[in-house]
């Protein structure tokens, strides 16, 4: 158990809607990072958020947003959904900016789009 | 933009065999290489190799940074089948005020009887 916690397990909705997908860090870590993992395209960076603030963007799509609150907890907001939206959605955590301190990862989130 | 590259993409190999998978990458800043083990739910961290730890080793499992190559390989010895997985190579690069983390597609490896 890696502690960082992620729900729902799996997520099922039709397209054009949105989903609220939530990630709790370890205890302890400032840092949250979340991918998409999709079966052709491997593990995508999406955001980063250290302590509140946006640190870092990657692959991430305008339809998306992300924030992390006041409690270090983290919520990726999908919105428009489309049927290539399709993937598993990782959570990680890591104590500061990766300086030297490995991720760790939540079990995800399946999301899929109907 | 950064590139990381794993090789071969999926290996068999029978129970007690050597194998030794191989990561390459380009990066701008590079600061650190992590290896990790996906079975079936959320990558576990295996190592993290810097320019002042280039080799580490646990148990089965070993890693190396050859940072004049830009490459690492990641060896496990005595193969079982619980090694079955995929395991993805990542690189840690700066970004001017933060880090980001580039993964390889990963390399699958399958451990049979």
């Known amino acids: 158990d890696s502690g960082v916690t992620q729900t729902p397990k799996h997520l099922i909705t039709a397209t054009g809607q949105r989903v609220t997908l939530r990630c709790s860090p370890r205890?302890?870590?400032?840092?949250v990072y979340w991918y998409q993992q999709s079966l052709d395209q491997g593990l995508q960076f999406l955001i980063h958020y250290y302590n509140g603030e946006e640190r870092a963007k990657g692959n991430i799509l305008e339809r998306f947003s992300a924030q992390q609150f006041p409690d270090l907890h983290s919520e990726l907001n999908l919105s428009s959904l489309e049927l290539g939206d399709s993937a598993l959605y990782f959570c990680?955590?890591?104590?500061?900016?990766?300086?030297?301190?490995?991720?760790?990862f939540g079990d995800g989130t399946r999301l899929s789009i109907l | 933009e950064d590139k990381v590259v794993q090789s071969p993409l999926s290996l068999v190999v029978h129970e007690g065999d050597t194998v030794t998978l191989n990561c390459s990458y380009e990066v701008t800043n590079f600061r650190s290489l992590l290896w990790y083990k996906q079975e079936k739910k959320a990558p576990t961290f295996l190592f993290m190799l810097?320019?002042?730890?280039i080799e580490k080793k646990s148990g089965r499992l070993s890693s190396i940074l050859d940072k004049k190559e830009l490459s690492s390989i990641l060896n496990i010895t005595a193969t079982q089948t619980g090694d079955s997985a995929i395991y993805l190579c990542a690189v840690v690069s700066n970004t001017g005020t933060a880090s980001k983390l580039t993964f390889g597609t990963g390399t699958r490896l399958q451990v049979t009887l």
């Open positions: 810097t320019s002042s730890g």
């Open positions: 205890s302890g870590d400032l840092s």
């Open positions: 990680a955590s890591s104590v500061n900016s990766l300086r030297n301190q490995p991720q760790h």
